[in-house]
């Protein structure tokens, strides 16, 4: 409807409502004074019942008829899953110390406004569901401690970066480094799933109740889970920046639209020229963005370019990416999500709002708010470009088999395994 | 464990509480809807039944506040339904109204502008 003559927008009031056939405006007018259902609402309340004990066990069946019931159901991602049975998510409960009752979170239902709660023998079942192998559970549950979905109800199409860091990588053999986010990882794979099987299974992928994204995203089949490779990369890794200890295992999310694959290395130009280029095609909210760089550009940014730090090169790239005003407010999300911001009279907002369309601004005001991950094989210096947003941390060390501080009996438990080779 | 050829599995959904939320206040942020923890929570009971908004027996002499969210094109649309009723229904009364803040965040101000002086309020448009 964006830039539609009235004589055009008339038309869409006076026309059929593409859902039902009726006319718009009628539907507007019926909703205001027809009553629901043609029938009046009782005025008394309607008699609430107790809530019913919870369903552990579904009814047995084959497991054609199961893998196809999930899938009805609207409880997988639409691949085949593990079945979840009592054997195997009782092996999965062994890799954390937690009890399978403790609840790790909750969720909201809509639809009746009840709060749903999920154990870690709930989490248990999605993360057999995904593939996963016990040692995996751990950053599983850590994940759905951050209570968030991967999937979100916006008609707009969503992308999500879960980023491991810290021991529990090598530990589990995720992969951080050549191909890591290329479907080749056993971990990278499951875990990422495991956070799309729980968010559907939470009901955030109910069409037209609670996904309305125009055309969804595939990146949230497994939300691009991988490992930061903090053993090749010149910096301190990204959860030590958020005041973690290095020796912490953590998961992070992010979170965004606009994801840009460099098709090519900071060749002719310099790596700070070429993300202006493409970072000024995704104006940002908050002073937002994620770069996630081959361990080679890290290398040549301190190097060669003299950046000590990720903080170093996130104020160079603030002071240096430009982009007209106008370029910014005449951009679709900006105008609808970050204007009002500018009428609070909150700054730069308000002072962008008055300056000529032409006039340049710095749209990512906040080095803070610009996220660096160093992922990559070392085979060729590229780099992703992400208007993602830092959504928070969560430690997976309190969910391991084994509490942090307590050794296994011979002493092997929780020491990272050998770097997997990759090539 | 199989039997007669039929397995048994774990249901993936997760338990039911029996536990309903609200929101916290008029002006709490509207994230505390979908956050379970910070907000307060009732039996079913004590939260009193899902109603939906009374509707009017007509809309002759009725005051109908049009309200646009913000989404792209909202406004130009909302103001054409405005032109409609005054061009169809000029019985009816309409206010235009553009939220001030994001189409995500509370404006007190406003609702208590409709309660105070409307009849009903359509929103649009979604996005």
Redesign the interface.
């Given at each position: 409807m964006i830039g539609l003559s009235p004589e055009a927008l008339d038309r869409y009031i006076v026309g059929n409502d593409p859902d039902t056939g009726k006319p718009v405006i009628d539907e507007i007018i019926n909703v205001l004074t027809k009553p629901v259902n043609g029938k009046k609402m009782a005025p008394e309340t309607p008699k609430t019942e107790k809530a019913k004990s919870p369903q552990v066990l579904l009814e047995p069946d084959t497991e054609d008829n199961l893998q196809r019931l999930f899938y009805e159901r609207g409880w997988t991602d639409g691949l085949p899953i593990i079945l979840p049975t009592e054997e195997r998510v009782k092996k999965m409960l062994a890799g954390t110390c937690a009890s399978p009752d403790d609840v790790v979170a909750e969720s909201f239902q809509f639809a009746t406004r009840e709060v749903v709660k999920y154990s870690v023998s709930s989490i248990a079942v999605i993360a057999v569901m995904a593939g996963a192998r016990p040692e995996h559970f751990p950053v599983i549950l850590a994940v759905a401690s951050t209570k968030q979905s991967s999937l979100m109800p916006s008609t707009t199409a969503f992308g999500t970066m879960l980023l491991v860091n810290g021991p529990i990588r090598n530990e589990i053999g995720m992969n951080c480094g050549i191909g890591a986010f290329s479907p080749v990882n056993l971990a990278n794979s499951v875990i990422g799933r495991a956070w799309t099987l729980m968010s559907i299974c939470w009901g955030f992928a109910k069409p037209r109740q609670t996904l309305w994204s125009s055309q969804g995203n595939n990146l949230i089949y497994n939300n691009m889970c991988v490992g930061e490779n903090e053993e090749r990369s010149v910096w301190e890794p990204f959860h030590v920046g958020k005041g973690f200890r290095a020796d912490e295992s953590v998961i992070s999310i992010f979170r965004g639209w606009g994801f840009f694959n460099s098709p090519g290395t900071a060749a002719h130009r310099s790596l700070a020229e070429e993300l202006n280029i493409q970072l000024t095609a995704m104006p940002p909210m908050n002073s937002a963005a994620t770069i996630i760089m081959d361990p080679l550009v890290a290398r040549n940014l301190k190097e060669n370019e003299g950046f000590n730090t990720k903080q170093d090169y996130c104020r160079h790239l603030s002071q240096s990416i430009k982009m007209p005003a106008g370029q910014y407010w005449n951009t679709d999300h900006i105008d609808m999500l970050v204007a009002s911001q500018a009428y609070k009279g909150i700054e730069p907002y308000a002072s962008w709002k008055k300056v000529p369309d032409d006039e340049l601004i710095a749209p990512y005001y906040n080095p803070d708010n610009i996220n660096m991950v160093v992922v990559g094989g070392e085979t060729s210096p590229l780099w992703k470009a992400t208007d993602y947003g830092y959504s928070g941390s969560a430690s997976v060390d309190k969910w391991r088999a084994h509490p942090a501080g307590v050794e296994c009996k011979d002493g092997t438990c929780g020491l990272p395994d050998k770097p997997a080779d990759y090539d | 464990?199989k039997?007669n050829?039929?397995?048994?599995?774990?249901?993936?959904?997760?338990?039911?509480?029996?536990?309903?939320?609200?929101r916290l206040n008029v002006d709490s942020p509207p994230f505390a809807?979908?956050?379970?923890?910070n907000q307060p929570?009732d039996?079913?009971?004590a939260?009193?039944?899902?109603?939906?908004a009374?509707?009017?027996?007509?809309?002759e002499g009725k005051t109908?506040y049009l309200v646009d969210t913000?989404?792209?094109?909202?406004a130009?649309?909302m103001a054409?339904?405005q032109?409609?009723f005054t061009r169809h229904r000029p019985d009816v009364k309409t206010e235009l109204r553009h939220?001030?803040?994001?189409?995500f965040?509370d404006e007190p101000e406003l609702w208590a502008e409709i309660k105070k002086n409307g009849d009903?309020v359509?929103f649009g448009?979604?996005?």
């Open positions: - | 464990m039997k050829g039929k397995i048994t599995v774990l249901d993936p959904r997760g338990q039911p509480t029996g536990i309903f939320g609200r809807i979908h956050d379970p923890v929570r039996t079913a009971k939260l009193g039944a899902l109603k939906m009374p509707r009017l027996d007509r809309l109908v913000g989404f792209a094109g909202g130009d649309f054409e339904v032109d409609w939220k001030k803040t994001s189409m965040t009903a359509v448009v979604g996005g």
